[in-house]
């Protein structure tokens, strides 16, 4: 079985041990061929959430549910925000 990983942008950081990230996905438009981006809000555990900031770039894997909506945490940060 595969881990899946995917990579996204931090958008909110204000949850205890929780981000939410935005993963944006490039999708053909099944009628007129025209390339669109599709984006999904991933709920991310973490534990000490003050090393994240909004607009950092993390890197996610799929893991057992950790609550109703979490099911992902973060490998590890590919890029800082310049904030």
Excluded at 3 to 25: D, R
């Amino acid at each position: 079985m595969s881990v899946k990983e995917k990579v996204g942008i931090v958008i909110s950081n204000k949850m205890m041990k929780t981000l939410v990230l935005a993963v944006a996905n490039k999708v053909l438009h099944s009628k007129y061929g025209k390339t669109m981006i599709r984006t999904k809000r991933y709920k991310v555990h973490v534990e000490n959430e003050n090393d994240y900031k909004i607009g950092d770039t993390l890197r996610i894997q799929e893991t057992r549910p950790i609550s109703r909506t979490k099911r992902w945490r973060v490998i590890d940060i590919v890029s800082k925000s310049p904030r």
